[in-house]
């Protein structure tokens, strides 16, 4: 389950295939990505993000992009924002993605890096900030757990 949660929060992050650092490596992922690799992953079935928007900021890096998720599939990933967004993600750098993807207990990294402000996401409206919230506590609680 840690890996399945990490995985997601990878993909909704939008960097999944991403391995190194390097904002080069970033903006070439952009221009290769494969819809159809990113077609076969499923959000599992106990998260509630079906039918989401994400715009992603990395602020250090001054790099923006967008990730649709339909019917739990994603179908579109942009290196570009999208006007039509639901939730907005801010992550301060690619290398606080690196540590989460590397670190062993990857779920207690990612709420540090949350309460720490290194990555901060928010709804664009206040049902998407409720659900938001429910999330965070979710994934709060089941890091005590691991």
Do not use: H
């Amino acid at each position: 389950m840690k890996r399945m949660i990490l995985s997601l929060m990878i993909f909704i992050l939008g960097f999944n295939l991403v391995s190194s650092v390097s904002i080069q490596d970033v903006e070439l992922f952009c221009q290769q990505v494969d819809l159809e690799q990113l077609g076969d992953f499923e959000i599992p079935s106990f998260v509630p993000y079906k039918n989401e928007i994400f715009n992603f900021y990395l602020l250090e890096e001054n790099f923006n992009g967008s990730l649709i998720i339909e019917e739990g599939k994603i179908i579109s990933m942009k290196c570009e924002e999208n006007k039509d967004n639901t939730y907005y993600v801010y992550i301060n750098n690619l290398v606080t993605l690196e540590e989460i993807s590397k670190a062993e207990n990857s779920l207690g990294l990612y709420n540090e890096k949350v309460k720490n402000k290194e990555i901060e996401i928010k709804g664009a409206t206040l049902g998407k900030k409720i659900k938001l919230t429910f999330t965070k506590i979710i994934l709060k609680i089941v890091s005590w757990f691991r």
